[in-house]
T-cell receptor, first 109, second 115 residues
């Protein structure tokens, strides 16, 4: 079974717009991580937010974590065509990652 | 710094045949993971090694899947015999920290098609 559930399953936006995707999970975690996967490639780590953190920024990425609601969100600002990919949240419990099914993002020029 | 290497990149076999995948983690990374990613789903952990010992293989179908990490460096994952439902991308990942929280670095994966 998968721990994280992403929403929406798919997202289509135009360049310059913001993209927001959400992740809900079921059990307690040490941290939550977001990964990107381009078609036919491996996963690339984007950002890690620890269970005692509420918000984290990295470049055009903003991640929030609400442990009381067991949910996280990933915001990509000023999207680019190169951001087209699948985005996965993964909950980390003592080094063991459990991934959701992902959000497929398409950014059109 | 070289990334996680995997080979082959693609493999097509018929059901009941056997297949093996190879992974070379980032130098110095003690922990190695094998994941199975079925189309449209997120990766699912199959097995986790720390150095050359198995930490977690609870989701590895041991009747047909086996994995080893001799000398705590390279690893191989084998399927024998393969079934149609084994069609997936097999991802290898590694981390530096032993048993703790750390970024996992993924290889490009091996796409397996079972006919």
């Amino acid at each position: 079974s998968q721990q994280g559930e992403e929403d929406p399953q798919a997202l289509s936006i135009q360049e310059g717009e913001n993209a927001t995707m959400n992740c809900s999970y079921k059990t307690s975690i040490n941290n939550l991580q977001w990964y990107r996967q381009n078609s036919g490639r491996g996963l690339v780590h984007l950002i890690l937010i620890r269970s005692n953190e509420r918000e984290k920024h990295s470049g055009r990425l903003r991640v929030t974590l609400d442990t009381s609601k067991k949910s996280s969100s990933l915001l990509i600002t000023a999207s680019r065509a190169a951001d087209t990919a699948s985005y996965f949240c993964a909950t980390d419990s003592w080094g063991k990652l459990q991934f959701g099914a992902g959000t497929q993002v398409v950014v059109t020029p | 710094e070289a990334g996680v290497a995997q080979s082959p990149r693609y493999k097509i076999i018929e059901k009941r045949q056997s297949v093996a995948f190879w992974c070379n983690p980032i130098s110095g990374h003690a922990t190695l993971y094998w994941y199975q990613q079925i189309l449209g789903q997120g990766p699912k952990l199959l097995i986790q090694f720390q150095n050359n010992g198995v930490v977690d293989d609870s989701q590895l179908p041991k009747d047909r899947f086996s994995a080893e990490r001799l000398k705590g460096v390279d690893s191989t994952l084998k399927i024998q015999p393969a079934k149609l439902e084994d069609s997936a991308v097999y991802l290898c990942a590694s981390t530096y920290i032993q048993g703790g929280t750390d970024t996992q670095y993924f290889g490009p994966g091996t796409r397996l098609t079972v006919l």
